[in-house]
C-alpha cells in the first residue's frame, strides 16, 4: 500500500479528516516537485561533466596522433580505458547509475579508439597522413571501418549485458550508422555523396531506428529506446527539410509543409509520449505561424510586433491548457486510432524523453 492509500484508509477509519488528508498530499507532491528539480540539476552536471571529458579526450587523442607514436597513443588508450572502466564499476556499486553510465560511455569511446589504434598500427586501416597520397583512400577506409563498428558493437553488447545503461544504446547507433553508409558507399561509390542524394538515404535511416525503437520500446527494464527517438527524429527532420527545401521553390507552399509535419510530429509525440516528436512540433507550428505574421504585415513594425507579442501570450496559454488537460488530450488522440493499431501502443509509456 503506498503513501496516498494509506492516507485514505485514514479518512476512511476517521483518524485524519479531509483536511488533513489534502494538506498531507499538498505537502508530498511539493517536495516530490524540489526532489525532481534537485535531480534535473544533477543530471545536467553529470552529462555536463561526461561532455567536457569527452571533447578534453578528443583534443588530447587529436593531439597526440598528430604528435606522437601509434604505441603511445595505444599506452594512453589503455590508460583511459582502465580509470573508466574502473571509476564505473566503483560508482556502479555505490548506486550511482547516471555517472557510471557516463564512464562506461568514456569506456566504449576510448575501446573504439584503441581499435582504430591497432588497425592503424598493423597498416590494415591507412594511417590519416595519406589521406592526401592515395586515390583510392576512400575505398580502403571501407572494410576497416565495418570491422571497427561490428566490435565495437560486440564488446558494448557485452558491457549491457553485465551493465543495463540506457546511455549505452549511443555506441550501437554510431556504429549502425558506420555501417549503413559504408555499405552504401560500396555500392554507390562517391555518388553517395552528391547533392541531396545522402539526404534520402538518411532519411530511410531513420524511418528504420524509429520504428525499430517504436518496437522495442518498453520491453527492457532499461529505457535504450529513448535514444534511438531523439537520433531519428533529428535525423528525420533533418532530411526530411532539407528534401522539402530542394523541392519546394516557394517558401510559404514551404512553411505550409512545415506546419502539417510539426502537426504530424506532435500526434506521433502525444501517441508515444516522448517529449523530441513533441518539441519538433511545437517548434515548427510557432515558425511557421511567425514566419506568415511576418510575411503579411512586415512594413508595419507596430502591428508586427504587437502580434508576436500575443502569439507568445497564446502560447503560454496554450502551455497552461496543455498541462491541465494533458491525459484528456493525449487519451483523444489515442481514440482516433483504431482499436487494432492502439494495441500496438507501447505499454507503461512515459514522457521522460
Not at 503513501?3 to 498530499?25: F, P, R, Y
Not at 599506452?75 to 556499486?93: D, K, N, V
Not at 509543409?257 to 504530424?264: A, G, M, Q
Request: aromatic share 14%.
Amino acid at each position: 500500500m503506498n503513501l496516498k492509500d494509506l492516507l485514505a484508509l485514514g479518512v476512511e477509519k476517521n483518524i485524519i479528516t479531509h483536511t488533513q488528508q489534502s494538506e498531507l498530499l499538498n505537502l508530498l507532491n511539493s517536495n516530490e516537485n524540489v526532489i525532481k528539480q534537485t535531480s534535473s540539476i544533477i543530471k545536467f552536471l553529470y552529462y555536463l561533466g561526461g561532455f567536457i571529458i569527452l571533447c578534453a579526450m578528443s583534443v588530447l587523442m587529436s593531439h597526440t596522433i598528430q604528435h606522437c607514436s601509434y604505441f603511445v597513443i595505444l599506452g594512453l588508450g589503455i590508460l583511459y580505458s582502465i580509470i573508466f572502466f574502473t571509476l564505473g564499476e566503483f560508482l556502479w556499486r555505490k548506486n550511482e547509475k547516471i555517472p557510471s553510465g557516463i564512464l562506461y560511455f568514456l569506456f566504449i569511446s576510448i575501446i573504439s579508439l584503441i581499435i582504430v589504434d591497432i588497425e592503424k598500427m598493423t597498416g590494415f586501416f591507412p594511417h590519416f597522413s595519406d589521406i592526401g597520397k592515395i586515390p583510392n583512400y576512400g575505398e580502403l577506409c571501407r572494410l576497416p571501418l565495418i570491422v571497427l563498428s561490428l566490435l565495437t558493437i560486440i564488446i558494448n553488447n557485452i558491457v549491457q549485458k553485465y551493465r543495463s545503461i540506457d546511455l549505452l544504446a549511443i555506441p550501437t547507433i554510431g556504429c549502425v550508422n558506420i555501417i549503413y553508409f559504408t555499405v552504401l558507399h560500396y555500392i554507390l561509390g562517391n555518388t553517395l555523396f552528391e547533392s541531396y542524394t545522402i539526404e534520402y538515404y538518411c532519411l530511410v535511416l531513420s524511418i528504420t531506428i524509429i520504428i525499430f525503437a517504436f518496437v522495442k520500446d518498453k520491453t527492457t527494464k532499461v529505457d535504450y529506446s529513448k535514444w534511438m527517438y531523439l537520433f531519428g527524429a533529428l535525423v528525420f527532420n533533418y532530411s526530411i527539410l532539407n528534401i522539402l527545401s530542394s523541392a519546394i521553390q516557394s517558401e510559404p507552399i514551404f512553411q505550409i509543409s512545415i506546419y502539417i509535419l510539426s502537426i504530424f510530429y506532435f500526434f506521433i509525440g502525444l501517441l508515444t509520449q516522448r517529449k523530441i516528436f513533441t518539441i519538433l512540433g511545437i517548434l515548427g507550428v510557432i515558425e511557421a505561424i511567425i514566419y506568415f505574421e511576418f510575411y503579411f504585415i512586415k512594413d508595419n513594425t507596430t502591428l508586427l510586433t504587437s502580434i508576436i507579442i500575443v502569439t507568445g501570450l497564446i502560447t503560454l496559454y496554450v502551455g497552461v491548457l496543455f498541462n491541465k488537460y494533458s491525459k484528456e488530450i493525449n487519451m483523444f488522440v489515442e481514440n482516433l486510432l483504431p482499436e487494432k493499431i492502439r494495441n500496438y501502443l507501447p505499454q507503461n509509456r512515459t514522457s521522460k524523453c
